[in-house]
Protein backbone atom coordinates (compact mmCIF):
# COMPACT_ATOMS: atom_id res chain seq x y z
CA UNK A 1 0.00 0.00 0.00
CA UNK A 2 1.32 3.76 -0.74
CA UNK A 3 2.00 5.90 1.59
CA UNK A 4 -1.24 8.53 2.38
CA UNK A 5 -1.01 11.68 0.20
CA UNK A 6 0.04 14.17 2.78
CA UNK A 7 -2.45 17.06 3.56
CA UNK A 8 -0.69 20.08 2.08
CA UNK A 9 -0.40 18.09 -1.36
CA UNK A 10 -4.36 17.17 -1.03
CA UNK A 11 -4.63 20.69 -0.81
CA UNK A 12 -2.66 21.99 -4.04
CA UNK A 13 -4.05 18.84 -5.64
CA UNK A 14 -8.13 20.67 -5.52
CA UNK A 15 -6.83 23.67 -5.69
CA UNK A 16 -5.42 22.73 -9.30
CA UNK A 17 -8.54 20.73 -10.47
CA UNK A 18 -11.35 23.25 -8.75
CA UNK A 19 -12.45 24.48 -11.99
CA UNK A 20 -12.97 21.46 -13.67
CA UNK A 21 -14.45 19.11 -10.84
CA UNK A 22 -17.76 19.46 -11.23
CA UNK A 23 -17.85 18.20 -15.03
CA UNK A 24 -15.48 15.41 -14.25
CA UNK A 25 -17.54 14.36 -11.68
CA UNK A 26 -20.71 14.00 -14.36
CA UNK A 27 -18.24 12.44 -17.00
CA UNK A 28 -16.28 10.10 -14.87
CA UNK A 29 -19.23 8.55 -13.03
CA UNK A 30 -21.67 8.77 -16.14
CA UNK A 31 -23.82 11.10 -13.74
CA UNK A 32 -24.51 8.65 -11.62
CA UNK A 33 -23.26 10.93 -8.75
CA UNK A 34 -25.83 13.04 -8.55
CA UNK A 35 -28.00 10.39 -7.95
CA UNK A 36 -25.69 9.04 -5.13
CA UNK A 37 -25.80 12.26 -3.65
CA UNK A 38 -29.54 12.54 -3.42
CA UNK A 39 -29.90 9.34 -1.83
CA UNK A 40 -27.37 10.01 0.76
CA UNK A 41 -29.40 13.41 1.50
CA UNK A 42 -32.42 11.94 1.53
CA UNK A 43 -30.94 10.52 4.80
CA UNK A 44 -29.80 13.64 6.52
CA UNK A 45 -32.25 14.05 9.70
CA UNK A 46 -34.89 16.96 8.55
CA UNK A 47 -35.45 18.67 12.51
CA UNK A 48 -35.79 22.07 12.65
CA UNK A 49 -33.00 24.45 13.18
CA UNK A 50 -30.64 21.54 13.77
CA UNK A 51 -26.92 22.54 13.28
CA UNK A 52 -25.23 21.01 10.27
CA UNK A 53 -21.26 20.31 9.45
CA UNK A 54 -20.96 19.26 5.98
CA UNK A 55 -16.93 18.26 5.94
CA UNK A 56 -14.65 18.23 3.02
CA UNK A 57 -18.07 20.29 1.57
CA UNK A 58 -16.50 22.66 -1.37
CA UNK A 59 -18.32 22.22 -3.71
CA UNK A 60 -21.61 22.69 -1.88
CA UNK A 61 -23.51 19.86 -3.41
CA UNK A 62 -24.61 18.30 -0.38
CA UNK A 63 -25.89 21.61 0.69
CA UNK A 64 -27.71 22.35 -2.54
CA UNK A 65 -29.26 18.95 -2.16
CA UNK A 66 -30.45 19.33 1.67
CA UNK A 67 -31.62 22.65 0.99
CA UNK A 68 -33.62 21.71 -1.84
CA UNK A 69 -36.34 19.68 0.57
CA UNK A 70 -35.30 21.30 3.67
CA UNK A 71 -34.80 25.15 3.79
CA UNK A 72 -38.11 25.50 5.60
CA UNK A 73 -36.37 23.96 8.80
CA UNK A 74 -33.84 26.78 9.20
CA UNK A 75 -31.24 24.84 9.37
CA UNK A 76 -27.92 26.01 10.35
CA UNK A 77 -25.33 25.52 7.84
CA UNK A 78 -21.35 25.08 8.19
CA UNK A 79 -19.32 24.04 5.21
CA UNK A 80 -15.61 22.70 5.71
CA UNK A 81 -13.09 22.24 3.33
CA UNK A 82 -9.33 22.03 3.12
CA UNK A 83 -9.08 24.06 -0.49
CA UNK A 84 -9.80 27.59 -1.28
CA UNK A 85 -10.37 27.37 -4.56
CA UNK A 86 -13.10 24.47 -3.65
CA UNK A 87 -14.37 26.87 -1.57
CA UNK A 88 -14.81 29.66 -3.85
CA UNK A 89 -15.89 27.41 -6.76
CA UNK A 90 -18.79 26.41 -4.25
CA UNK A 91 -20.23 29.41 -3.35
CA UNK A 92 -20.20 30.51 -6.47
CA UNK A 93 -22.40 27.40 -8.25
CA UNK A 94 -24.49 27.67 -5.08
CA UNK A 95 -24.96 31.35 -6.54
CA UNK A 96 -25.55 30.03 -9.65
CA UNK A 97 -27.83 27.82 -9.08
CA UNK A 98 -29.87 30.82 -7.29
CA UNK A 99 -29.49 29.50 -3.41
CA UNK A 100 -28.60 32.48 -1.49
CA UNK A 101 -29.38 30.94 2.00
CA UNK A 102 -27.16 31.85 4.61
CA UNK A 103 -23.99 29.62 5.34
CA UNK A 104 -20.67 29.48 7.37
CA UNK A 105 -18.10 28.44 5.04
CA UNK A 106 -14.60 27.55 6.89
CA UNK A 107 -11.61 26.23 5.37
CA UNK A 108 -9.86 23.56 7.54
CA UNK A 109 -8.43 19.81 7.96
CA UNK A 110 -11.02 16.88 8.58
CA UNK A 111 -8.64 16.04 10.59
CA UNK A 112 -8.82 19.51 12.80
CA UNK A 113 -11.75 20.58 12.55
CA UNK A 114 -11.91 23.96 13.89
CA UNK A 115 -14.90 24.60 16.27
CA UNK A 116 -15.56 23.08 19.98
CA UNK A 117 -16.75 19.53 21.20
CA UNK A 118 -20.39 19.13 20.63
CA UNK A 119 -21.26 21.58 18.30
CA UNK A 120 -23.27 20.03 15.64
CA UNK A 121 -26.63 18.05 15.25
CA UNK A 122 -25.11 16.27 12.47
CA UNK A 123 -22.26 15.60 10.21
CA UNK A 124 -21.98 14.81 6.60
CA UNK A 125 -18.89 14.08 4.41
CA UNK A 126 -19.24 13.35 0.75
CA UNK A 127 -16.47 11.73 -1.19
CA UNK A 128 -14.25 13.50 1.08
CA UNK A 129 -12.84 10.83 3.89
CA UNK A 130 -10.77 8.76 1.51
CA UNK A 131 -8.93 12.08 0.84
CA UNK A 132 -7.84 12.39 4.39
CA UNK A 133 -4.18 11.45 5.54
CA UNK A 134 -5.62 10.07 9.15
CA UNK A 135 -8.55 8.47 8.89
CA UNK A 136 -9.19 7.70 12.10
CA UNK A 137 -8.20 10.72 13.49
CA UNK A 138 -10.63 12.92 11.04
CA UNK A 139 -13.47 10.10 12.21
CA UNK A 140 -12.69 10.83 15.76
CA UNK A 141 -12.70 14.57 15.02
CA UNK A 142 -16.31 14.11 13.67
CA UNK A 143 -17.29 12.20 16.51
CA UNK A 144 -16.17 15.12 18.79
CA UNK A 145 -17.57 17.79 17.25
CA UNK A 146 -21.11 16.32 17.35
CA UNK A 147 -23.74 16.21 20.28
CA UNK A 148 -24.93 13.17 21.80
CA UNK A 149 -27.38 11.81 19.55
CA UNK A 150 -26.05 13.66 16.70
CA UNK A 151 -25.75 11.58 13.38
CA UNK A 152 -23.06 11.08 11.21
CA UNK A 153 -23.06 9.99 7.43
CA UNK A 154 -20.47 9.14 4.79
CA UNK A 155 -20.33 8.63 1.48
CA UNK A 156 -17.45 7.22 0.03
CA UNK A 157 -16.36 5.24 -2.61
CA UNK A 158 -16.59 1.83 -1.76
CA UNK A 159 -15.39 -2.00 -2.90
CA UNK A 160 -17.63 -3.14 -5.55
CA UNK A 161 -19.55 -6.53 -6.26
CA UNK A 162 -17.63 -9.08 -7.85
CA UNK A 163 -20.08 -9.27 -11.06
CA UNK A 164 -18.51 -6.02 -11.81
CA UNK A 165 -15.12 -5.39 -10.16
CA UNK A 166 -12.92 -6.56 -13.68
CA UNK A 167 -15.39 -3.95 -15.48
CA UNK A 168 -14.65 -1.54 -12.96
CA UNK A 169 -11.03 -1.92 -12.76
CA UNK A 170 -11.04 -1.18 -16.30
CA UNK A 171 -13.00 1.78 -16.35
CA UNK A 172 -11.11 3.47 -13.48
CA UNK A 173 -7.27 2.43 -14.29
CA UNK A 174 -8.06 3.35 -18.22
CA UNK A 175 -10.57 6.01 -18.67
CA UNK A 176 -11.04 8.37 -15.76
CA UNK A 177 -7.05 9.24 -15.85
CA UNK A 178 -7.41 9.82 -19.43
CA UNK A 179 -10.81 12.32 -19.05
CA UNK A 180 -8.17 13.94 -16.05
CA UNK A 181 -5.78 14.73 -18.65
CA UNK A 182 -8.02 15.98 -21.43
CA UNK A 183 -10.10 18.15 -19.15
CA UNK A 184 -8.18 19.11 -16.58
CA UNK A 185 -4.67 18.94 -17.66
CA UNK A 186 -3.72 17.17 -14.87
CA UNK A 187 -3.88 13.32 -15.73
CA UNK A 188 -1.60 12.78 -12.33
CA UNK A 189 -4.30 14.38 -10.09
CA UNK A 190 -6.63 11.48 -11.44
CA UNK A 191 -4.28 8.95 -11.16
CA UNK A 192 -3.93 9.99 -7.81
CA UNK A 193 -7.68 9.70 -6.82
CA UNK A 194 -8.24 6.20 -8.45
CA UNK A 195 -5.66 5.63 -6.36
CA UNK A 196 -7.21 6.94 -2.98
CA UNK A 197 -10.59 4.92 -4.22
CA UNK A 198 -8.17 1.17 -4.14
CA UNK A 199 -6.53 1.71 -0.59
CA UNK A 200 -9.69 3.10 0.90
CA UNK A 201 -11.18 0.59 3.20
CA UNK A 202 -13.67 -1.92 2.46
CA UNK A 203 -17.41 -1.59 3.69
CA UNK A 204 -17.10 -3.52 7.27
CA UNK A 205 -13.42 -1.57 7.69
CA UNK A 206 -15.20 1.24 7.57
CA UNK A 207 -17.91 0.11 10.05
CA UNK A 208 -15.26 -0.88 12.43
CA UNK A 209 -13.27 2.04 12.31
CA UNK A 210 -15.90 4.19 13.34
CA UNK A 211 -17.00 1.86 16.00
CA UNK A 212 -13.77 2.49 17.64
CA UNK A 213 -13.89 5.79 17.66
CA UNK A 214 -16.98 5.93 19.59
CA UNK A 215 -19.92 5.54 17.54
CA UNK A 216 -22.65 3.00 17.72
CA UNK A 217 -25.51 1.07 15.51
CA UNK A 218 -22.68 2.07 12.87
CA UNK A 219 -24.28 0.52 8.98
CA UNK A 220 -24.07 0.83 5.81
CA UNK A 221 -25.80 0.55 2.57
CA UNK A 222 -24.54 -0.32 -0.79
CA UNK A 223 -25.24 1.58 -3.88
CA UNK A 224 -24.41 0.72 -7.50
CA UNK A 225 -23.36 -2.87 -6.84
CA UNK A 226 -21.12 -1.00 -4.17
CA UNK A 227 -18.74 0.98 -6.48
CA UNK A 228 -20.23 3.61 -3.34
CA UNK A 229 -21.28 2.89 0.11
CA UNK A 230 -23.76 5.33 2.50
CA UNK A 231 -22.13 4.98 5.87
CA UNK A 232 -23.98 5.76 9.15
CA UNK A 233 -23.48 6.50 12.85
CA UNK A 234 -24.60 7.71 15.67
CA UNK A 235 -22.87 9.59 18.97
CA UNK A 236 -24.45 8.27 22.02
Not at 138 to 157: D, I, N, S
Request: proline share 6%.
Amino acid sequence: MNTPIKTDAIRTLFNGVAGSYDLLNDLMSLGLHRRWKKEFTSLIPKTPRMSFLDVAGGTGDIVAHFLGTSQDLNPEITILDLSPEMIQKGQDRLVDKNIFYPLTWACGSAESIPFPDHTFDVCTISFGLRNVENKPRALQEMYRVLKPGGTFLCLEFSKPDQTIESLYDLYSFSVIPFLGKMIAQNKGAYEYLIDSIRQFPPQEELVKMMTEVGFKNSVYTNLSKGIVAIHRGWKP
